[in-house]
């Protein structure tokens, strides 16, 4: 349709227009530039800004570490820690430390090939909350800068509760007395905000709680914390 007046969409807002197509006939000749327009409360995520290539689904060979466990291998180590994962935290003693297990061993012993299979395996159980593998000289990733950020958009794709919670928090922030300020805070923080707040502000929702309850805890994998410079 032919527009020669003002803007369809002058003043609009709360609208999402994906892949338009603009055509700008003149003369002889037509132009056509695809575009994608959106807008309403969810342009609020895109302030996360998370880094695409840190998770366990990124291209092994363009984003290393590219280690994986061959079949048949590290059977007995895969089978405690998803034994941990499963029954360690419901069944701790009050003094055992069991939300934190350190995977540690010298340069090279597969540390990184055992995250990944771990994360791989509960991300098809649906209970990974997130991933995130650091890796020396990577540029953004290989810094702690935007963990937080990357962490939580993970978490909204695998736990959409969270998702009202984390929105919640960007807005506070951006409409603070100084305005974005929480990218610049402490790590410790930004986890804290960001990533823990949201997930068990969710689980309080009974249905939610039983769901998780019923499918067993979540699991976060960090690797490679000795490669963050």
Known sequence: QRNDGPSFFAGAQGFNIGNQVN???ESSHVTINVTNISGGSDNILSKLNPIPDASHT??????PPDS??????????LKEIKAWVDS???FARDDTPTHVLWLHGYVGCGKSAIAQAIAETF????????????????????????VAQTLARQLIATVPGTKTFVKGVLK??????SGGTLPRSELSSQVE???LEPYTSALRNPARRAQALVKGPFLTVIDGLDECE
């Open 23 to 25: 055509v700008n006939a």
């Open 58 to 63: 990124r291209n092994l060979n363009s984003s």
């Open 68 to 77: 994986r466990c061959l079949p048949g291998t590290r059977i007995r180590i």
């Open 88 to 90: 360690g935290i419901v």
């Open 123 to 146: 991300a098809k159980k649906k209970r990974l909350a997130a991933s995130y593998f650091f890796y020396r000289g990577s540029g953004e990733r290989s810094r702690s800068a935007r």
């Open 172 to 177: 506070e922030d951006e409409g603070g007395e």
């Open 193 to 195: 905000r960001l990533f």
